[in-house]
């Protein structure tokens, strides 16, 4: 990480994305951009406080929190006054929870502050398309005021803005996912049944996509769904559905279905 920072100030970026290392070089110059590896001075300079660290899955499917833990270990014992600390980080519902009670226990000194849900929506590729003209923007705050003060920081972007309570903002973006894994899911079960039935998925798909409630994007027959969100969401989801007391059976099947599609393809090429 430190190594990554140090490439950051001297303009070399870790990921490409077009217009990406333009965008950085110009605002550094322009002295609204600095980086630090030093997350005391961060805190110490910032009145809204992003955590956007990875959270990966455990191998039974749990989402691996110990790095926003470890941020806002950090965070509490560098605070000076108050702030706002927002999750960006997909995290399970109850996760605002925890950031305030690790904050709270490692403040050396009591300090006001609040926790809010802020998830993305970013696709790889195409970040900056989408943090500056994102579908939505979802602030879930513990109350009013914190809740202007995210308004405030994104009201330039002019873009449709939803309010809620902070474990709603939390499953919003996990049941965004799950809803999208289980599109790709169905359609490959609906190509498995055409193939026994001597339909032709593609044009399947076209029928069903010209339905404004349905619509074309991801449904899509192939290998099913990969990358670094939709599986992992999925089996987070899953996993705090059991956690909570829900046996959640049907996103259990949705990532079914994507394991053995990948499966039913390689026996075909066979």
Do not use: W
């Amino acid at each position: 990480m430190r190594e990554k920072i140090e490439g950051l100030k001297q303009g070399r970026m870790p990921i490409y994305e077009p217009g990406l290392e333009e965008m950085v070089a110009r605002n550094v110059v322009d002295g609204r951009l600095a980086f630090t590896s030093d997350l005391a001075e961060g805190v110490r300079r910032a009145e809204i406080i992003f955590i956007a660290v990875g959270t990966p899955a455990k191998l039974n499917g749990e989402t691996d929190l110990s790095a926003v833990e470890e941020v806002a270990r950090g965070i509490g014992l560098a605070m000076d006054r108050y702030k706002v600390i927002v999750n960006k980080s997909t995290v399970p519902v109850g996760t605002g929870d925890l950031v305030r009670e690790i904050i709270q226990k490692h403040q050396k000194v009591p300090v006001e502050f609040d926790v809010v849900s802020n998830p993305e929506f970013l696709r790889e590729g195409s970040a900056i398309e989408d943090t500056l003209r994102p579908d939505r923007i979802v602030i879930g705050a513990p109350n009013q005021q914190v809740a202007l003060t995210l308004l405030e920081l994104y009201a330039p972007l002019e873009r449709p803005m939803i309010i809620t309570d902070v474990p709603s903002a939390e499953m919003i973006k996990y049941a965004s996912n799950a809803f999208l894994a289980a599109k790709i899911s169905f359609i490959n079960a609906i190509a498995n049944i055409c193939e026994l039935a001597g339909a032709d998925v593609s044009q399947v798909i076209k029928g069903m996509g010209l339905d404004p409630r349905i619509g074309p994007t991801f449904l899509q027959a192939g290998l099913g769904f990969g990358g670094a969100c939709l599986p992992k969401d999925s089996e987070s989801l899953v996993h705090t559905a059991a956690a909570l007391g829900y046996d959640f059976k049907l996103l259990k099947a949705v990532v079914e279905i994507n394991r053995e599609r990948t499966l039913v393809l390689m026996e075909k090429i066979r």
